[in-house]
């Protein structure tokens, strides 16, 4: 695991922890407005994200940018081979889809901290 100073240590305390897994089904069931599916679209997914965004521990809110479209798409894009030729992806990847989004956030803001970029409260961006 990693360092718990690091954002990257803080996200992968909160993703094993039990919090996460009652966020995520939270977040999704209210952007999937309650309606089960075999499939989500880009849409869905990144409702989701965001809405799990919303609950994250005040630290993590603090540290990680809500991500935009383009950062969810850019980060997701090894993964395409796991979108059926429907053009959605397959609800039971939700949560590894949702990780690698998150996983990339923080460290991104690690790298950037990393660099000597300056440190600010996320949720004044």
Not at 64 to 73: A, G
């Amino acid at each position: 695991m990693g360092d718990k100073k690091s954002v990257i240590g803080q996200l992968e305390c909160y993703l094993t922890g039990q919090s996460f897994p009652v966020h995520l089904q939270f977040a999704y069931a209210k952007a999937a407005r309650g309606q089960g599916a075999s499939v989500i679209s880009d849409a869905i997914l990144e409702d989701t994200i965001l809405g799990v965004h919303q609950l994250f521990p005040d630290s993590l809110q603090k540290d990680i940018p809500e991500p935009n479209s383009e950062f969810v798409q850019t980060a997701l894009k090894p993964y395409s081979k796991k979108r059926p030729k429907s053009g959605c992806w397959k609800v039971e990847d939700i949560t590894e889809l949702l990780q690698v989004v998150l996983i990339s956030l923080a460290a991104s803001v690690d790298k950037f901290r990393d660099i000597g970029g300056k440190v600010v409260d996320a949720r004044t961006l």
